[in-house]
């Protein structure tokens, strides 16, 4: 059945949004609207919408995939988002996400290790999952990535990352009473890091180094 062109809306100089059925279908470049002659109040072939949406479209879509993955690495999540903003329809982001998980092009996991593995010496485990969460990476998979991490090293790296963040925090010096203590261990615990290991990051020893 055809569908009738109801809108086409210029997004730019050379683009505009087609409406099929007063709905938002997709957007074309001006040589295509004259190509498959697309007009307000016209019924839109059947073989000029299954070529544009089975040809056209997604080829357009998996180019634009891999474009924006030659500049930076993306998830899935995220280069799902940018694919949107270019207001492809979510089917046809389907097939361009399908075709560049097929090359490798995009796997959440190698993104959570080599994410982890760039900031671990400088935020907290807690901070790290929390940011590809954000991301959209599955909390399994971040889970099973922090697990590979050497337990040790990565309690270390906190130690001195919070005995740095303490000490910027007050300014250099030693706090001064308790209230001050307090004000730097609720800005340490805001950062992720667990109460167990601030209290030992700033033991009686420990601090002595750090404000002598």
């Known amino acids: 059945m055809e569908q009738v062109v109801t809108g086409l809306v210029e997004l730019d100089k050379k683009r505009y949004q087609v409406y099929l059925d007063e709905e938002f279908a997709f957007v074309l470049y001006k040589g295509e609207i004259r190509k498959y002659k697309i007009a307000v109040g016209k019924p839109l072939a059947q073989t000029a919408y299954q070529e544009l949406v089975q ?4 080829k357009r879509a998996k180019l634009r995939a891999m474009n924006l993955l030659t500049k930076r690495p993306y998830t899935e999540k995220k280069l799902r988002q940018k ?3 270019g207001k492809y329809p979510e089917e046809i982001i389907d097939v361009a996400l399908a075709y560049v998980k ?3 092009y995009i796997d959440d996991e190698a993104y959570a290790r080599d994410y982890i593995s760039y900031h671990m010496a400088s935020e907290s485990p807690l901070r ?3 940011k590809l969460m954000e991301k959209g990476i599955d909390g399994d998979i971040i889970n099973a990535c922090l697990e590979e991490q050497d337990e040790e090293a990565v309690r270390e790296l906190q130690i001195r990352q919070i005995q740095q963040l303490a000490q910027k925090k007050n300014h250099g010096q ?3 009473d308790p209230r001050e203590s307090a004000k730097v261990i609720q800005y340490l615990l805001r950062k992720g890091y667990a109460m167990s290991l601030i ?3 700033l033991s009686a020893d ?3 180094d750090l404000y002598k």
């Open 199 to 201: 209290k030992d990051a």
């Open 55 to 58: 040809e056209i479209l997604p």
């Open 102 to 104: 097929s090359y490798g």
């Open 206 to 208: 420990l601090l002595e």
């Open 174 to 176: 030693f706090p001064a």
């Open 83 to 85: 694919l949107a903003e």
């Open 128 to 130: 790290i999952r929390q």
